[in-house]
């Protein structure tokens, strides 16, 4: 049987499926940052900030949600966690990667705060770290995508 006629279980299918939901919890996450750094900031920084704490704010608890599910013993990460020892490694790291993320995103708050009350010094950390941000968004997406393929479809080989 090859790997694209192997057919998913129910519980599989399942994981699969509430997966998607923290999973646009992260896409949600990625359109807040972007809608935040889509803001014009010349002459009207803290209002600018102050905007900009709204969409981190959105973001940071869209994160959470995401990370709730990966850190689960339940759903897809509990059942990769259980059912793919192969990925324990791979997986361990995704969760470390997210962990930073939100270390970031604490931090990039900080950085608002400190524009919102009246310190600019702050503005070019905070675009930079916000962009920094949606990089390592779109590789957990890609580190995501690896891990159900293999998880799936492709299973290292275990001799």
């Given at each position: 049987?090859?790997?694209?006629?192997?057919?998913?279980?129910?519980?599989?299918?399942?994981?699969?499926?509430?997966?998607?939901?923290?999973?646009?919890?992260?896409?949600?996450?990625?359109?807040?940052?972007?809608?935040?750094?889509?803001?014009?900031?010349?002459?009207?920084?803290?209002?600018?900030?102050?905007?900009?704490?709204?969409?981190?704010?959105?973001?940071?608890?869209?994160?959470?949600?995401?990370?709730?599910?990966?850190?689960?013993?339940?759903?897809?990460?509990?059942?990769?966690?259980?059912?793919?020892?192969?990925?324990?490694?791979?997986?361990?790291?995704?969760?470390?990667?997210?962990?930073?993320?939100?270390?970031?995103?604490?931090?990039?708050?900080?950085?608002v705060?400190?524009?919102?009350?009246?310190?600019?010094?702050?503005?070019?950390?905070?675009?930079?770290?916000?962009?920094h941000?949606?990089?390592?968004?779109?590789?957990?997406?890609?580190?995501?995508?690896?891990?159900?393929?293999?998880?799936?479809?492709?299973?290292?080989?275990?001799d």
């Amino acid at each position: 049987m090859t790997s694209e006629e192997r057919t998913l279980t129910p519980e599989q299918r399942g994981a699969i499926e509430a997966a998607g939901e923290s999973r646009n919890a992260l896409v949600e996450a990625q359109e807040h940052l972007i809608k935040a750094l889509g803001r014009p900031q010349p002459g009207r920084e803290r209002r600018w900030a102050v905007k900009v704490a709204d969409e981190l704010r959105a973001a940071r608890d869209a994160l959470g949600r995401y990370r709730a599910e990966v850190e689960s013993d339940e759903g897809l990460y509990g059942e990769l966690q259980r059912d793919a020892p192969w990925l324990q490694a791979r997986l361990h790291q995704f969760r470390n990667q997210l962990s930073r993320v939100d270390q970031e995103a604490a931090h990039l708050a900080q950085e608002v705060d400190r524009v919102t009350g009246g310190d600019t010094e702050a503005l070019p950390a905070i675009r930079n770290d916000a962009e920094h941000m949606l990089v390592v968004l779109r590789d957990l997406f890609a580190r995501e995508a690896d891990l159900i393929w293999e998880q799936f479809n492709e299973p290292a080989a275990l001799d």
